[in-house]
């Protein structure tokens, strides 16, 4: 077993290559603090945005020592690195912020479990935001997609240093949007605050994944019902590796936000925990709706075998009707296939010598098979394999 290799950008990456369990792990002997930069890793590309309760500006650095300007000033400093693909610029990051070899390692080496790790007078919490990548298509029947990537906050006195893997669209825009226009009490707050405010705008992305996939396991529902197929039970464990994936995410960060809610660190104030205790509800709630997407998803197996199960049966009613009407039929047809001579013996089937002889086997046939026919329609047989119910 191999080292954990982001050969290809986790947001692309397709759903059947992916291993949603997978943490990265050392190498036996390797020495702690050594950083694995992937080849094929996103360019770096750094951004600040530092305001106050007056201003706010935001700009791009072209290089990490640019950020040590901003770390001891008395404004709110949030930079953002984005893109794991440089290591000199990574080893110059942790040389501007004073970080620990270990905390370094932790957002560079992905994937992470999410956790929280106090250092000094730094905190670490490293989460997974998800982003909608494809919605349900009701049309095709295609199912939802989503991307997964780590995301690592360092968060100081006067500045929060967050780290994501790849450099592309984020979850964390309306965050960026209330401090340009100074909505609500984010510019007017210190880093505790804002390191809340992106905390809850990643907690409150998987609602609109978890809705998608609430459609769609409805759907997969009528499918299981209505028309079974062996397509049906790759959807099945296809819905199931997602919602692992999905848990796998949240749930260590329930852990972790009951940590920062009770711990009494410094670098977070009591009012922010209040806030934090709401972002906790938050993921309350997804955990609740991802145990009942789980268990939905745990019985549609069920459904499926026992509505195959049923189509069999079904089948196989239609099937022993059948053979029952043409039994006698067959049997019937057998006895004057023998042609046996009249002459030889009277009791050699006389039949075969009426002038009515013929007609009146196929009336005899006739009349046997509307009577089956009758017989079975009266006990209801025709219900369940005549009668279509109609897909909702």
């Known amino acids: ?74 404004s709110i400093s949030w930079i953002d690195l984005q893109g794991l693909g440089n290591e000199d610029v990574l080893n110059r990051l942790g040389s501007v912020f004073h970080l620990h070899p270990l905390v370094l390692e932790d957002v560079v080496n992905v994937p992470q479990r999410p956790k929280i790790e106090y250092y000094n007078d730094q905190l670490l919490i490293i989460t997974r935001m998800v982003m909608l990548t494809s919605k349900h298509n009701e049309d095709t029947e295609e199912a939802p997609k989503f991307a997964s990537e780590q995301l690592s906050f360092v968060l100081g006195k006067n500045y929060l240093l967050t780290v994501q893997e790849e450099l592309n669209q984020d979850c964390l825009d309306p965050v960026r949007q209330r401090i340009r226009q100074n909505q609500g009490l984010i510019r007017g707050a210190g880093t505790d605050y804002l390191a809340y405010a992106l905390l809850d705008v990643v907690i409150d992305a998987y609602f609109p994944v978890l809705e998608e996939y609430g459609e769609y396991i409805e759907s997969l529902e ?69 145990e009942t997407y789980r268990e939905l998803t745990a019985n549609l197996m069920d459904v499926y075998l026992s509505s195959v199960s049923n189509k069999m049966n079904e089948v196989m009613k239609i099937l022993t009707m059948v053979s029952a009407i043409f039994i006698p039929l067959t049997f019937i047809a057998g006895v004057y296939g023998m042609n046996f001579d009249y002459d030889a013996s009277p009791w050699n089937m006389p039949e075969l010598e009426y002038y009515w002889g013929y007609p009146l086997c196929w009336a005899m046939m006739i009349a046997i098979a509307l009577s089956l026919t009758y017989y079975f329609w009266r006990k209801g047989w025709f219900e369940s394999t005549v009668t279509k119910v109609p897909k909702t």
Request: glycine share 2%; aromatic share 8%.
């Open 1 to 74: 077993m191999q080292p954990h290799s982001n050969s290809v950008p986790s947001a692309i990456r397709e759903e059947d290559e992916r291993r949603h369990w997978d943490y990265h792990y050392d190498p036996v002997g390797m020495t702690p603090g050594t950083l694995v930069i992937d080849e094929d890793a996103s360019p770096t590309e750094l951004t600040l945005i530092d305001y106050n309760s007056e201003n706010a500006f935001r700009k791009t650095l072209r290089s990490p020592e640019e950020a040590a300007n901003y770390l001891d000033t008395e």
């Open 222 to 290: 009528d499918e299981v019902i209505f028309t079974p197929s062996r397509q049906t039970v790759q959807k099945i464990y296809r819905i199931r590796r997602e919602l692992m994936s999905l848990r796998r995410s949240i749930w260590p960060q329930r852990n972790n936000l009951s940590r920062l809610v009770r711990d009494g660190s410094e670098l977070i104030r009591p009012e922010v925990r209040v806030y934090l205790q709401d972002c906790y509800d938050h993921v309350v709630q997804v955990l609740d709706i991802l």
